[in-house]
């Protein structure tokens, strides 16, 4: 498979009380990219806003695990 870039529609919710993923520039919550590469666990996995802006991905989620479920889930 390679490198991805999937498109993940709705809100990322994380911890025990399903807290947002949020754009720290714009404050957007839906519509967010995710890209890394399913072959090569040393690839960085990236998160970006419906606008372009870099997403940090929060310490409680597994960078890795999400992008192997948002792949699953799309094809």
């Known amino acids: ?3 991805v870039e999937i498109t993940i ?13 949020d754009c720290p520039t714009c404050s957007a919550t839906h519509s967010h990219l995710i890209r890394g590469d399913l072959d090569d666990d ?3 996995v990236t998160l970006t806003c419906v606008n372009g802006h870099d997403v940090p991905i929060p310490h409680d989620i ?8 948002v792949a699953m ?3």
């Open 1 to 3: 498979m390679a490198s």
């Open 9 to 21: 529609h709705g809100q990322i919710t994380h911890g025990h009380d399903y807290a947002e993923v």
């Open 42 to 44: 040393t690839a960085p």
């Open 62 to 69: 597994d960078a890795r695990e999400l992008l192997f479920t």
């Open 73 to 75: 889930r799309s094809e």
